[in-house]
């Protein structure tokens, strides 16, 4: 495929890309890189882009992918913090720091979480998307993703449980020893 069949066959799906990437992303700038990625990708292709039936669909698969991939490698936001505040007016430092040791720990939790786990998790419990919307963005079915999604925060809970028991019995042990 030449240049002028590039932008014959690929350009015009700029739009649907961006809608792609932003429906993702949530983000206009980070959209704007993902479609520039995604051609970027196609042009390294090109020569073999007659292979596929559907340009379209591989265009729009390459730019859900590269969306997510940016979505994994964010850094975590304040949304995620918002899941782990404790109602309170003003908070000591000591309940802040408690607070923000937690909210680390979970966050680690989540990414020892295998990858498609750790996405269902934090495009449901931290950026409140609907299951059905992560099923489309995942190519997954509704059912997958609940049961990915009751996987990921069993093994959460399991492990703050974990901590907590272990967190009693040091405490009880201190208390023994005082």
């Not at 066959?9 to 983000?27: C, G, H, M, S, W």
């Not at 505040?85 to 000591?94: F, N, R």
């Amino acid at each position: 495929m030449d240049k002028k069949e590039f932008t014959k066959n690929i350009v015009p799906l700029k739009e649907k890309l961006l809608r792609t990437a932003f429906y993702i992303t949530q983000e206009k700038d980070d959209a704007e890189d993902i479609v520039q990625e995604t051609f970027l990708k196609l042009w390294c292709i090109r020569d073999s882009l007659d292979r596929y039936d559907s340009i379209e669909a591989l265009s729009v698969q390459i730019a859900k992918n590269l969306s997510l991939d940016l979505l994994r490698k964010r850094k975590p936001t304040e949304n995620e913090e918002v899941l782990f505040l404790v109602e309170s007016k003003t908070p000591s430092p000591y309940e802040m720091a408690e607070r923000n040791e937690a909210i680390e720990k979970v966050r680690e939790m989540i990414d020892k979480l295998p990858s498609l786990q750790q996405m269902i998790i934090r495009m449901k419990d931290i950026e409140g998307y609907e299951i059905e919307e992560i099923a489309d963005i995942t190519c997954s079915t509704n059912e997958a993703v609940r049961t990915n999604l009751s996987r990921a925060r069993k093994k959460i809970r399991d492990q703050l449980l974990g901590l907590n028991k272990s967190f009693i019995s040091n405490k009880n042990v201190k208390e023994k020893i005082i």
